[in-house]
């Protein structure tokens, strides 16, 4: 037997406290008195009766004794409610116990849970079928829950807590919060909820997802409550930008696009930029367009386009892709149609041009944007030092300082000994993969002479002419400490000035040189736990994510910096007490073509409800303490009856 009021040593010692009372009540109670009266025989024959009938009298008051005894002994037992647990008592058989159950909820907030239809996300339903599964277990009150989010890791919101309430607030703040611009790694999640659930009675995992992931070689441990909607998407794949090969001060846009629906559609691809913009509403407005095209995207593939010249201001671009109103479909997944990034300073590269003035070499150059071209004769030369390349023309210099040498039909000397001269040589050769000349054609050059450099090993021969006599070629010397770009013939000999390929050579030539970034500040993507080389000066980095005006500390560790960033967009980390020009920026980007699939392909078990506990009815009067009440209430009535007849009196 268990107790479950009041414990057996206070009921033992409340049970002798009142039968102690009772006892002296009983003793005090009102007895008769001895009066004198004038005819003593008449009382005489009275005692003589009254003696006959104190036996009797003795039991009865013995009997009310009992019966007083009796009641406080029925109300104290009932008051610490005896329960039986192994085997019946009295008729009443041991109380059938709920089950203990330990239910951890996972909520998936990856990206694609905000897919909406009919005005609902799937996220708002999933946080709805979670509340509908606590509210079937209400009643249950071994039922012990859990409430975690499960993006690239799992988040918990609560410990194990038997309070609905408690489970409840926690689901409201989850939907308050919303989804995330991230996938999600049921990898990981998979160890953490073995972990989380090992060696706990009725432990059971149940996450509510929409199934947008890859299914599993083996079983998951957790079972899943799949919700979905039929829409289609289109999500930005790549996003990327570069200088403009011709030195201008443009830029060239590489943009890729996916289209998950199973017919082409025709989509809008938008340029944004804005200075201190962060977050992907920051570029959204009609007046931070910069420039925008119309792209077809095929049923089921990818749209790769390249735009070219773009002009803009500033060091940040956000693309965005619309789907054609036109169209009978609906993007269902707004938040992976944008994708921002950073664009890297041009720095002006340090040219000097050394030799004798010539219109062609001195036209090429001064064209150029984004150089500091610095022109002086073969006497004025000083060397290399303070310039990112030094171009000479037929002048005879010294070359063995370090530094980058474009050689334009170079007199001989130690580093280049001619052979002979090639009369009209015709080009048969053009290496394509160079970087200088990459794309280039070289029809009709027309060169009357060429001069024979002697090769050494290590050269890089870039355009060939008959007989294998190169006319442009690469020289590293001293482990790469100088580097010359040979061209062994004079412009001015030839009609190669005058094509388009010159001048784009010349172009290559100084980015080979001195390259500037060939495209964006690498972007990350989110959710992901990021290592970031810095070079803010030495002392605590403070961020500002995008959307917030708050910032946090980060994690610095040397010339790295520690942090995991779940929207899309730029953040900024700074030192502490340095100054706001001294800032380093990093782009975020969802681009998870697995992620904006919609579609459910997880093929996770469904998970089966258990039956709600309920308590079993009993037949009246249900419990051992009623049954006490009861006997108390009927002893008590007894007693009251045999005063009053004038038994017990």
């Given at each position: ?49 009254g ?17 007083l ?11 610490g409610?005896p329960r ?26 990856s ?15 999933s ?10 277990h ?27 309430e408690?489970?409840?607030e926690?689901l ?21 909820v ?21 299914p ?16 289609g ?16 001060s ?7 696009v ?9 989509a ?7 200075d ?25 593939g ?23 109103p ?40 001064l ?87 002697a ?11 008959e007989?294998?006599?190169?006319l442009?070629?690469?020289r ?75 910032t ?25 007490g340095?100054?706001?020009?001294e800032?380093?920026?990093?782009a975020?980007?969802?681009?998870d073509g ?7 392909r ?42 009053h007849?004038?038994?017990?009196a």
């Open positions: 037997m268990s107790w479950m009021g009041i414990d057996p040593s206070t009921l033992a010692w409340a049970g002798g406290a009142l039968a102690l009372a009772l006892v002296l009540l009983h003793v005090l109670r009102v007895r008769r008195r001895t009066v004198w009266v004038a005819h003593a025989p008449l009382w005489f024959a009275l005692e003589r009766e003696r006959a009938s104190a036996l009797m009298r003795r039991l009865r008051r013995l009997w009310s004794l009992l019966l005894l009796a009641i406080g002994a029925a109300i104290l037992a009932a008051l409610d039986p647990v192994d085997q019946s008592l009295l008729g009443f058989s041991p109380e059938q116990r709920p089950p203990v159950r330990h239910t951890l909820l996972l909520v998936d907030t990206a694609s849970m905000d897919a909406e239809e009919a005005g609902v996300t799937r996220f708002e339903r946080v709805a079928s979670a509340r509908e599964l606590i509210a079937a209400a009643n249950n009150p071994e039922q012990r829950w859990m409430i975690a989010s499960m993006g690239r890791r799992i988040t918990p919101r609560t410990l194990w807590t038997r309070d609905h408690v489970a409840e926690a409201a703040a989850l939907l308050a919060e919303g989804p995330g611009d991230h996938a999600l790694d049921p990898a990981h999640a998979q160890r953490t073995s972990s989380v659930l090992a060696g706990r009675e009725g432990a059971e995992a149940v996450l509510f997802t929409d199934g947008a992931f890859e599993s070689a083996t079983p998951y441990a957790f079972s899943g409550r799949v919700v979905t909607s039929r829409t998407n289109l999500s930005m794949e790549a996003f990327n930008v570069r200088p403009a090969l011709d030195g201008s443009s830029y060239s846009i590489l943009a890729a996916r289209n998950h629906l199973d017919r082409p559609v025709k809008t691809l938008m340029l944004y930029a804005k201190d913009a962060r977050s992907a509403k920051d570029f959204v407005s009609p007046e931070q367009i910069v420039t925008s095209r119309e792209i077809e995207v095929p049923a089921k990818v749209k790769r386009t390249v735009m070219s010249d773009v002009l803009f201001t500033g060091d940040r671009l956000a693309a965005r892709v619309v789907m054609d036109s169209i009978d479909a609906m993007d269902g997944l707004p938040r992976d149609d944008v994708a921002v990034a950073v664009v890297p300073p041009r720095r002006p590269l340090r040219v000097q041009l050394v030799g004798p003035d010539d219109l062609f070499v001195s036209a090429s150059l064209t150029l944007e984004g150089i500091d071209l610095e022109t002086r004769s073969a006497e004025e030369y000083a060397g290399p030092e303070g310039f990112d390349v030094t171009v000479i023309h037929r002048s005879a210099v010294d070359l063995s300082a370090p530094g980058n040498y474009l050689l334009i039909d170079p007199p001989p000397s130690e580093e280049l000994r001619h052979k002979r001269i090639h009369k009209r040589p015709r080009i048969t050769r053009v290496n394509r993969d160079h970087p200088v000349t990459r794309g280039l054609e070289f029809v009709d050059a027309s060169i009357e002479r060429a001069t024979v450099i090769p050494r090993s290590g050269d890089q021969v870039l355009i060939r002419a007989g294998g006599t190169p442009v070629f690469t590293t010397l001293e482990q790469g400490a100088r580097r010359l770009l040979v061209l062994a013939f004079s412009p001015r000999d030839s009609l190669v000035p005058l094509r388009y390929a010159f001048p784009l050579m010349m172009v290559q030539s100084l980015a080979w040189f001195s390259p500037q970034a060939e495209g964006l500040v690498p972007t990350r993507r989110t959710g992901a736990v990021l290592s970031v080389a810095t070079t803010l000066p030495p002392g605590p980095v403070l961020m500002r994510a995008p959307g917030e005006v708050e946090t500390a980060v994690r610095r560790i040397g010339d790295r910096v520690h942090f995991t960033g779940s929207q899309v967009g730029i953040y900024e980390l700074w030192s502490e340095s100054e706001p020009t800032r380093e920026l990093i975020l980007n969802l681009m697995a992620e904006s699939r919609l579609d459910d997880a093929a996770l078990k469904p998970h089966e409800t258990p039956e709600p506990w309920r308590a079993p009815e009993r037949p009246w009067p249900g419990s051992p303490w009623r049954l006490l009440l009861i006997i108390a209430c009927g002893l008590l009535a007894l007693e009251w009856w045999t005063w007849r004038r038994i017990t």
